[in-house]
């Protein structure tokens, strides 16, 4: 509810403070079941309800003002990490359902930028996802659990799968069956009943028929078969056929009435919605998968709601009767109607995508009604978006990865060379602020940048790594004599020549060097450089405060650093540029002594010995 400043103003005349009024605030949102909190652009927590803080398991006094990454590092390499940053750096809110791993919930949750941060509501949805689960492990079991013997068909008529019903009804070798065509399993006198069951599932419609295979196995044996077609996409794949022993039930109605029972529950359990329609377009037959899928039972069908729901999309592609009412006299017995990807509402008013087939049922060549199988696709429509929204992020990841590394060890020695002229105190104070504040923002917009990818692959060449290596120091030195630190070089082999991407390697080094400058407030930085057989051995030490021998394991895994405004990918990258030159990287290092790095390169043949 909107307060407009003078309602404010008459609130605070009354003895109503803005503290009590943020208090007012935060009891109320306390009072919901989902969880709410805000993040600034830094991704501080700055707010956190109590829902929140109870579905994710963590003390928000803690919490607040803290960095979202650096509390809950689990995070990082899901989606949430990608969905929160595609909606604070496009400015536009994003929905998802995701995992959480620290106390195994799901979540709903919905993202919205506001003010330059980011406002997060989320319910836990874990139940929901069990029992859909609980739904698909049903329906993969449907088919080897049921009592009646099942096969699967394709469209050539080549035997798939069967169950072990299947199996009993039919004691043959299952090898026998797999790959074969059905024809050769069906006397000859009973093939034509067998093709007319399915042909007609193969074009869309579910049919039955009692056939007796007595005189073919000289014992009384009768068999109900089912046929259904399997639809994925609004094509069919195949053919279900589903095979009951009526024998015994064959002289006794109220069996047969339990066969249709049967044949009823078979078409209950199928995850398609299923709708029978007689020839006035009246619902006769409505199975559990449609009624939960658009909310309407059987009783509130009417010939009017069933085509609100299916036929809008259809209307334009036939010729309607009278008043514009789909009629059986509309159609032929050739109609098929197909549609794919239709919008429709369930009866409480949320929208769903579904995918259907109508056709005509067919009795003694006359049209005597229709079946229509849809399915939902709302889910599958879903993922699809967000795998799309995923490869163009990559493709734009990989873009600007590769702008940023260019960019940012040149940016890096002119603030060198900035903060040097500044010392000596030529120049304007206020000309050297903006730069170095211009400077600051194009290091936050390279980081951010370095965050979607890694670097890209270049050829390459022979390189000399004595003179990489003084190049990188001598860039270096302008920012390291600022913090009065020393960095020193110790050949004690001359001309090692490698094979490898110059400027790849080049930005190793930086990276280790910069961090042993960052990890120090003065003192001296050693750079040996030596050989080993095969190898360049280069050893980068410093005398920074060290890493702790718990976190040692971990140094080079994305994401993870020790720095309060590190990302982690500069480590991380290196490890995989020297791993990609077939060499490979060591660190040692003690808690407030110092750190070494030493990095192996195979050397040129023509360097060994």
Known sequence: MKTDNNNIESLLGK?????????????????????VLYLDGNWKFMYINEAAETHMSINRERMLGKELWDELPELVRTFFYEAFHHA??????????EYYSANDTWFHVQAFPKNGGLLVIFQDITQKHLAMEVVEESYRTLFQKHPEAVCSIDMEGNILAINSA??????????LFLGSHYKEFVPQNKLKSVEYLFN????????????????DVNHPFHLLITTLPIIVQSNIIGVYGIIKDITSERDSLEKYFEVSKMNELILESVEEGIAGLDKDFKVIMWNHAAEKMTGYTKDELSTEVFQQLFMKNAENNLKLGE??????????????????????FHKDGTPIIVEFVLRPMIVADKIVGMVCTFRDITEKKKSEELLYQSEKLSAVGQLAAGIAHEIRNPLTSL??????IEMSGNGKKEYFDIMNSEFRRIEQILNELLIMSKPQKLEKDTCLLNSLLEHIVTLLNTQAIIKNIYIEIEEESKNLFVYCISNQIKQVFMNFIKNAIEAMNKGKIIVRLKKDRSFAVVEVIDEGHGIPESLLD???????TTKEKGTGLGLMVSFQIIEDHGGDIQLESKEGKG?????????????RS
């Open 15 to 35: 003895g109503v403070n803005a503290s009590d009024l943020v208090a007012s605030f935060s009891k109320t949102m306390d009072l919901l079941s989902d969880g």
């Open 88 to 97: 604070l750096m496009k400015e536009t809110s994003v929905e998802f359902d």
């Open 166 to 175: 299947f199996k009993n009804l039919f004691p043959i070798d299952e090898k």
């Open 200 to 215: 007609y599932a193969i074009n869309g419609k579910p049919q039955a028929m009692e056939i007796n295979f007595s005189e």
């Open 323 to 344: 008043g514009n009412i789909l009629t059986i006299e509309n159609l032929s017995k050739e109609t098929i109607i197909r549609e794919s990807e239709v919008s429709i």
């Open 415 to 420: 603030k060198g060379f900035l903060q040097l």
């Open 554 to 560: 971990r140094v080079g895994e994305p994401f993870f």
């Open 595 to 607: 750190t070494k790095f030493t990095v192996r390169l195979p050397l040129r043949e023509e360097n």
